[in-house]
């Protein structure tokens, strides 16, 4: 590939500056026709606001945009849309109440003679476009009752129906199952040999490394580096968006299983919409074994995570912890009496307090025991003291203690989490997405901190949309598919397509377990 | 996929329905052994079904200005006052130009409702978007500075003279029984009724229609293709107090004649749970005004033929208690647009 033809799309020292931060600082970057750019760094790196200014829904302080040689500015998405680039977001911008061609053909709608839309029009176009780039879509569809991977593929026919020639694609597979992720994958390469140009954004380095021809990494609102996937590796790109060497696997011993700490037998439960969500599960998880449950979100997996912890009634079955019946127990008393600890899967509705301090959130479940409480006074010396100790051993990184707990960055929210939960004698740990949407170097720590109390001999249940957690942690893997446990599998006897399979829902012969 | 009955068989359904109850209608009407009977006479006699309608279209005419404001994403509780502003200002209109020719004064009349009532418009949205107001608080503000402001400035003394009459519609007015009812009306009912209808086909089948839906479902998704919420929201909550206004406009003249201080007596908010019983679709609306409408014709019909078993004040509340009744009882089967009542913001303009 050549690179002295005109670049079809050129970013030169974009800056943008919002009020207290500079979210890009003089990033220059260039795509060519029918190529992949992958753009890849951390949460809050930049790569949104960067793409978000191209597509025009911001405006950037200094700098310019290319196209083609030729400088463009987009006051808002409709010159972006005008000159052929196109977004599909990471949460998806449909309206559920509104069919698949409603949806495609607003803001460009065609209309017929007598001024009504044209909507069976629209619908030959969606199907012509279906069936040349290999989406398949049904225009009359209402969005709502499609399933994640197709709302992705109406995405993107909706960009392709604008006629656009640069695609900008953000983090895409965060909510699809790993067939469903080859299967964009596939789209993407067709669109390159058709001479579309395609910007993925990621922070999965493992994706990165198949699918992109170039990569550009973003750390800190600034471009740290140039790689090329031929070359690098992930380490050499997690590296990269750290700043330091960042060991991805997790070293871990053998586990020695022992007695059965959490035992949840024949539980079914009903999600808040009334419908059933969980539907006679049963299994165990022992002292010293991490229990990974592997699945796509809205599986009922929440909800299974919600009973066990006491945010949700069972209507049938029964749960006990160390041999104590926990079934519908409050969530007081399966923290304090069947010493369990949660790490909640919304850390910004179940984790923490946003507006409460640091040291303030690292006693949100024992303030009211000593030496925290006296009587009906708090002890705010023995407060900061501890939250000092739970800060330095865990490696929170905040200006105070007494900074606000919304004012720190999304892994060091998670890190504040779990020194709260493992700041106290546990038996059992509920991890629920652990390390969703945080920076590697906190992922790495996490990680390893839930191993270690593995080898203290807690049971640990992992709750993960993300395979390659589940992979690198687990020591037996389940998964979730509409409210049933489907496989049950050893780790070493588990693949990657085999769990992509169990996670569609596809049943796999049974592995003894 | 969910099971559910396509939109085409529910509006069959409700389209049978119709019909059915129109056929009801017809026969009570022309059958005189039928007619004899008292309990039919008052449900299903013309004097009650032209009470009927005219107790429906500024109920109508309400839930079609709620429609127009809460389908873009703008939560509208100040129709009452919308209703008051614009009767008032019919009112003043009308005794100001009562020497010129009747129809050119009532012309006035009209006008000054539309403007006045898309300037309380303009100001609500004004309030809700520019200045990011509680929008309940917006309409709740518009309301009482509508009752204050008419109450002061009403003069008890002025007449306004004459009102609208009625139009016979050649051909269709002959049509026996429903002729007398739909086809008799003065201009500003023939009005509503055709907004009604308006309103529906460009909601769900123009462009504007769609744009409108999308920025009270997902505004952001609107914004990402290049739709500017904003100039929607204003636009509608104008386009929104304007039909508010002409609702107060159709009181004074049409209906009653005069202003009275407070002459909307809770139609504004009557009209709100027509357009929520009426699942936010102008025709669910206007079927819902014609129910909370006929509960007003009843409570009529059953005053004039003295009935004096219940004492009536009770009567007078009919049509309020099947108001809430309808209402609770459909909370939760209907769906408002999803964005409505939260404010807009485009990130990171400059």
């Known amino acids: ?513 | 996929m969910k099971q559910r009955y396509s939109a085409r068989q529910k509006t069959v359904f409700k389209i049978l329905g119709a019909v059915a109850l129109l056929g009801l209608v017809i026969l009570v009407n022309r059958i005189p052994a039928l007619k004899e009977i008292t309990a039919l006479r008052l449900l299903f006699g013309v004097s009650a079904l032209n009470f009927t309608l005219r107790a429906t279209i500024p109920l109508a005419l309400g839930a079609m200005s709620g429609i127009l404001c809460e389908r873009t994403g703008i939560i509208n509780i100040g129709i009452e006052g919308m209703m008051l502003a614009g009767a008032y200002a019919a009112f003043v209109a009308k005794v100001a130009t009562n020497g010129w020719p009747l129809y050119a004064s009532l012309a006035v009349g009209v006008l000054a409702a539309l403007l006045v009532g898309g300037l309380m418009g303009l100001l609500h949205g004004t309030f809700s978007i520019r200045y990011r107001m509680d929008q309940i608080i917006s309409g709740t503000v518009l309301i009482i500075l509508a009752s204050g402001l008419t109450a002061y400035l009403f003069d008890r003394n002025a007449i306004a003279e004459g009102k609208f009459s009625a139009i016979r519609i050649p051909l269709l007015a002959d049509i026996p029984v429903i002729g007398d009812i739909l086809f008799k009306n003065p201009p500003i009912t023939y009005l509503a009724l055709l907004l009604v209808v308006v309103l529906h086909i460009t909601l769900f089948h123009t462009r504007w229609g769609l744009r409108t839906r999308a920025c009270g479902e997902h505004p952001r998704a609107a914004d990402t293709v290049g739709i500017n919420v904003n100039r929607y929201r204003y636009f509608n909550t104008m386009l929104g107090g304007m039909v508010a206004g002409l609702a107060g406009g159709f009181l004074v003249l049409e209906a009653v004649g005069q202003f009275q201080e407070g002459m909307t007596a809770g139609r504004g908010f009557i009209s709100l749970a027509a357009m929520i019983f009426g699942n936010w679709n102008p025709f669910g609306a206007l079927a819902a005004a014609a129910l909370f409408g006929y509960t007003q014709a009843l409570q009529n019909e059953l005053l004039l033929a003295g009935f004096t078993n219940i004492p009536r004040q009770f009567i007078a509340m009919l049509p309020y208690i099947v108001t809430i009744v309808a209402v609770s009882g459909f909370v939760g089967r209907v769906r408002p647009p999803a964005a409505e009542g939260k404010v807009y913001e485009t990130e990171g303009h400059a």
Request: glycine share 8%; net charge negative.
């Open chain 1, 1 to 513: 590939m050549s690179d002295n033809r005109v670049p079809v799309l050129e970013v030169r020292n974009i800056t943008k500056r919002f009020p207290g931060v500079v979210a890009n600082q003089d990033i220059s970057l260039t795509l060519h026709a029918g190529a992949i750019l992958a753009l890849l760094g951390e949460n809050g790196a930049g790569k949104s606001t960067l793409m978000n200014i191209i597509y025009g829904l911001y405006h950037p302080t200094e700098g310019e945009i290319l196209l083609n040689g030729k400088p463009a500015v987009m006051h808002s998405p409709k010159d972006a849309i005008a000159l052929g680039i196109g977004m599909v977001h990471q949460h998806f911008q449909l309206v559920p109440v509104m069919t698949v061609a409603e949806n495609i053909m607003l803001g460009s709608e065609v209309v017929k003679a007598n001024g009504l839309l044209n909507v069976a029009q629209v619908a030959k176009d969606v199907s012509e476009l279906s069936s040349r780039y290999q989406l398949n879509v049904d225009p009359y569809a209402m969005v709502e009752d499609l399933p994640v991977g197709m709302r992705q593929r109406v995405e993107i026919v909706k960009t392709l129906y604008r006629k656009a020639n640069i695609l900008i694609l953000d983090e895409p597979t965060a909510v699809l199952t790993p067939q469903e992720i080859e299967g964009l994958f596939e789209v993407m390469n067709l669109l390159r040999k058709q001479g579309k140009s395609i910007i993925f954004i990621s922070h999965k380095l493992k994706e990165v490394l198949r699918v992109a021809d170039r990569i550009a990494v973003l750390r800190g609102g600034k471009v740290v580096g140039e790689a090329d996937p031929q070359t690098s590796t992930q380490g050499s790109l997690a590296a990269m968006m750290v700043g330091r060497e960042v060991i991805l696997t997790v070293e871990k011993e053998l586990a020695q299983p022992k007695a059965v700490v959490l035992e949840v037998h024949d539980i079914s439960a009903k999600n808040d919409l009334g419908a059933a969500a969980l539907n006679n599960i049963s299994f165990d998880v022992r002292a010293g074994e991490i229990v990974g449950v592997a699945g796509v979100q809205g599986n009922g997996q929440t909800e299974l995570v919600e009973v066990i912890t006491g945010l949700r009634k069972a209507n049938q079955g029964h749960i006990t912890i160390s041999g104590q019946d926990m079934t519908n127990a409050s969530p007081r008393h399966i923290t304090q009496t069947g010493l369990s600890c949660h790490i909640p899967e919304d850390r910004h509705t179940h984790g923490m307090i946003g507006s409460y301090s640091v040291a303030d959130n690292l006693i949100l479940n024992t303030y009211n025991q000593a030496p925290f409480a006296r009587g009906i006074s708090i002890n705010r010396p023995a407060i900061l003291e501890n939250a000092k100790k739970l800060i330095e051993r865990f490696d929170v990184r905040t200006p105070s203690a007494e900074t606000y707990g919304a004012n720190l960055s999304g892994g060091n929210q998670q890190k504040m989490v779990v020194a709260r939960e493992f700041s106290r004698p546990i038996n059992l740990l509920i991890a629920a997405q652990p390390t969703r949407g945080i920076d590697v170097g906190s992922i790495e720590f996490i990680h390893n901190q839930i191993v270690a109390k593995r080898d203290d001999g807690v049971a640990v249940l992992l709750v993960s949309s993300e395979l390659d957690e589940i992979m690198a942690l687990s020591d037996r893997i389940m998964v979730m598919y509409k409210g049933e446990i489907i496989g049950n599998v050893l780790r070493e006897n588990a693949t990657r397509e085999g769990l992509g399979l169990l996670m569609a829902g596809v049943h796999a012969e049974p592995v003894p377990a």
